[in-house]
């Protein structure tokens, strides 16, 4: 099988199994728990685990918060921001996001807008970017808060994060990113880019499903920010997420994280060689295709790509015992894609669009092999 869906989620690295089997063995023990030896190792574990996620964004370590995945950190800020500032703080009642957001942003959001918090869903170009002037004419005394995308799931195009969370921190107004597609695939230093919280979850880079985290940002005196749990409970994770900790899949993650972090270079360069080449051999057989994605700002090895007169689901079903490709989310399957309507797709431009999302795993055999098997059905 050759597997071209990796925004979708990700082959696991048989170093990532390997650092977790000992948890799922003999290690089993509680890092909450005090005193004896099996507790300390992974309270250690968990604590290393922190060290390699912190060390690729180059943040803190106590600014790293584990959680089940990205929906879970998504709801986890928007929800605990939005009631700890307006409930608790009597501030304003006003968030901002965009209409390409993942499900579970937008849906959150849906969720606050019905308990009375005012969103406005800002519009994007025809590659999925915010418009920074647009960001800026939508803030008003009221906003809280300030989420959008890195990279997006569909397109693979990024937004310029470092600016427009420049302007929210100018204006004193907490901003975070969903930055699930982008962890370990490009270059995040949150000493330079002022955001103020991130998603990311680690299946998405050969690490383990059920995991991943957030970044919150301390100020530069240590205080932590206030925001209300959503899972409380016990003292775990700052006080941040109660419950008991998945030691191996955390250590999984942090296991994914350090190979990200020592790979991303090399495989940058693989990506985009491999990348080219799928470009250009899609647009030898489709001389009409239109890739959607943006050309150079854009997550290395993800294409979107409108085949006019090529439906997209007899497409994969066609290939569907030898490659992996996909329509769009896994998240929103079923309906025609939200995010294609925003950048402006026709429903049946959206209906002859795929996503091919590629990883380290794949080959240029693979891509070579993937382009015959477009020539022959065509
Ligand atoms: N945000 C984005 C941009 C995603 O692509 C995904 C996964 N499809 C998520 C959030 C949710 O991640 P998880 O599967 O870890 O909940």
């Given amino acids: 099988m050759i597997y071209f869906d990796n925004s979708a989620t990700t082959e696991i690295d048989p170093e990532v199994v390997e650092s977790m089997l000992p948890f799922l063995n ?5 890092p909450s728990s005090k005193y004896y030896t099996l507790a300390e190792t992974a309270k250690k574990s968990v604590e290393e685990s922190r060290t390699s996620v912190a060390e690729l964004i180059n943040s803190r370590n106590d600014e790293i918060i584990f959680t089940s995945g990205a929906s879970e950190s998504n709801n986890f800020i928007l929800k605990g921001i939005s009631d700890y500032l307006y409930y608790e703080k009597k501030l304003g009642n006003h968030i901002i996001t965009s209409k390409t957001e993942h499900k579970s942003v937008l849906e959150t959001c849906k969720w606050l807008e ?17 418009d920074k002037d647009e960001l800026e004419g939508s803030l008003t005394k009221e ?8 990279g997006n799931n569909e397109l693979g ?8 969370s420049s302007m929210c921190k100018d204006r004193s107004i907490l901003f975070h ?107 030898a057989i489709y001389p009409s295709s239109q890739i959607n994605s943006h050309l150079t700002h854009k997550i290395p090895g993800v294409i979107n790509v409108t ?70 059905i065509q």
């Fill in 157 to 164: 195009t990024l937004n310029e994060i470092s600016s427009l």
């Fill in 307 to 376: 085949l006019p007169g090529i439906n997209n689901e007899i497409l994969i079903r066609k290939l569907r015992n030898d490659v992996a490709i996909s329509t769009g989310s896994a998240c929103s399957l079923g309906e025609p894609s939200y995010v294609l309507k925003s950048i402006g797709l026709t429903e049946s431009e959206i209906y002859t669009t795929i996503r091919i999302s590629l990883s380290k795993f794949n080959t240029l055999n693979q891509v070579n092999s993937f382009i015959n098997q477009l020539i022959s």
């Fill in 26 to 30: 003999e290690e089993y023990g509680n």
């Fill in 177 to 283: 990113s969903d930055a699930t597609q982008v962890l370990g695939k490009i270059d995040i230093d949150v000493k330079s880019i002022p955001v103020d919280f991130l998603s990311f979850s680690a299946h998405k880079i050969h690490g383990p499903k059920g995991i991943g985290g957030c970044f919150i940002r301390k100020t530069k005196i240590g205080t932590k920010q206030k925001i209300t749990p959503l899972i409380h409970g016990g003292s775990q994770e700052f006080d941040y997420r109660a419950g008991t900790h998945s030691v191996h899949n955390i250590v999984g993650f942090g296991k994914a994280c350090e190979i990200a972090k020592r790979e991303m270079n090399k495989n940058t360069l693989v990506l985009k060689d491999l990348e080219t080449i799928l470009i250009d051999q899609i647009r």
């Fill in 143 to 150: 906003t809280i808060l300030v989420s959008l995308i890195w």
């Fill in 114 to 130: 019905k308990r009375g918090y005012k969103i406005t869903y800002l519009n994007v170009n025809k590659y999925g970017q915010v």
